[in-house]
């Protein structure tokens, strides 16, 4: 018998628990589809700093936009005139950042740090001071502190939704540009490119995300779905293309099952789920991913260590010296010796690795400087690692006169 619990969390994952769950669960993932991809370059650019204090200086803003809407008699909490406060308090806490930095000693973090902190205080003290007005509506203004994804209208999650897709539509059609500003800014510079200009750009597209972003997870986690998701996509690829994708596609599956984990669990807090599950995929990326993996790289060091022994006592086994018991178990298991002698196969192996280890040398010798980084020396067939003719040279020149 399947477990109802497991049959409502299918049901949601595949948009049929209703429209309204559907909707939620579609324009969350959206969301952690823009942050992953937008995010992407926040990392390599390392503005991922800024973005904390982005999110938390847009609290201002929305307290500011709540009371205008009262004065002006504006509904009650109108999620356009919130979202477009929350811009404007965030863009003026992204240009205090800079102008401290550019025009005081201040370093950049330290700027980060003061400007986070005042901004989000006074934006507490105003939410105190609205708590006190005799209004309607100010009780769901603390919502945007930690996210409240499952009290999302149908028009909301729709509005979040086609934002977050316009955000990383912008990335697909910058990319060039954002790359560049990314890896060499200098360049960039040199060559004519408006760098001031596109770095504005890609912050702009951090605000959106982050504005976008306040009602799913809240302020002060929204960075989360900025940062997490390509920090954990940097562990599988080196390459940006794959990087920017990975990182997309790990923001939007923990929105998709971050909002379902908290339809299940409604008690628990949505924002603080969707962010937990992305945590998640940065562990499980941070131990098993094949190229940057913990578990992955104690496999190529354990590899690198066990074929430096074996090549060394394959050596020493044709000099005529023995080899360490523990490394002759190995050595008869891959059937380079039998009763303490090298086999055919082992004569053969043997001899390539004496080669090998003796080029090697020279080439360590004669070029120290030139010894190329992706190399491990003693363990990586020379031939496979340097061109034919230097081999050619090297034994020319450590050959016996």
């Known amino acids: ?124 003290v105003l939410l105190s001071v609205i708590q006190n007005l005799e209004l309607g509506g100010q009780a769901g203004l603390k919502t945007f502190i930690l996210g409240q994804t499952a009290a999302m209208a149908q028009g909301e999650a729709i509005a979040i939704g086609l934002l977050a897709a316009g955000a990383a539509l912008a990335v697909a059609l910058l990319f060039k540009e954002l790359r560049v500003l990314a890896f060499d800014p200098g360049f960039a510079a040199v060559q004519g490119w408006p760098v001031g200009a596109l770095d504005l750009a890609l912050m702009g597209l951090a605000t959106l995300v982050t504005v976008i972003g306040l009602q ?18 940097r562990f599988w690829t080196d390459r940006l293309p794959a990087l920017t994708l ?58 690198l260590r066990l074929t430096f022994a074996e090549r060394r006592a394959l050596t020493d086994l044709l000099d005529g010296r023995p080899a360490e018991s523990s490394v002759a178990l190995w050595l008869r298991l891959r059937g380079y010796i039998q009763d303490g002698a090298l086999t055919a196969a082992g004569q053969t192996a043997a001899r390539a690795a004496a080669r090998d280890r003796r080029l090697w040398e020279r080439f360590l010798a004669d070029y120290p400087a030139l010894l190329p980084a992706h190399a491990n020396w003693g363990v990586d067939p020379i031939d496979s690692v340097l ?15």
């Open 216 to 233: 799913t997870v809240g302020l002060i986690l929204v960075v989360a779905l900025l940062i997490i998701p390509p920090a954990a996509a």
């Open 387 to 401: 061109p034919g003719d230097m081999v050619r040279l090297l034994e020319e020149r450590s050959a016996p006169s």
């Open 1 to 124: 018998m399947i477990d109802p619990m497991f049959e409502e969390a299918l049901r949601i994952l595949t948009f049929q628990s209703g429209f309204n769950s559907a909707v939620v669960v579609a324009g969350t993932a959206a969301l952690g589809l823009a942050g992953g991809t937008v995010g992407t370059f926040l990392l390599l650019r390392r503005r991922a700093l800024v973005s904390d204090a982005l999110s938390h200086a847009t609290l201002p803003g929305i307290a500011v936009a709540f009371l205008v809407g009262a004065a002006l008699g504006l509904p009650e909490r109108s999620l356009p005139l919130l979202l477009a406060g929350a811009v404007a308090s965030g863009v003026v806490g992204l240009l205090t950042v800079q102008a401290l930095s550019r025009f005081t000693r201040l370093t950049e973090d330290s700027a980060i740090g003061a400007v986070l902190s005042v901004f989000f205080g006074l934006g507490v």
């Open 246 to 303: 990975i990182a997309a596609v790990i923001g939007a599956l923990s929105g998709w099952l971050g909002a379902t984990l908290s339809a299940l669990l409604p008690k628990l807090p949505a924002g603080a789920v969707i962010v937990l599950v992305a945590g998640g995929f940065f562990l499980l990326s941070f131990l098993f991913a094949p190229a940057r993996g913990l578990v992955a790289a104690a496999l190529r060091q354990g590899r």
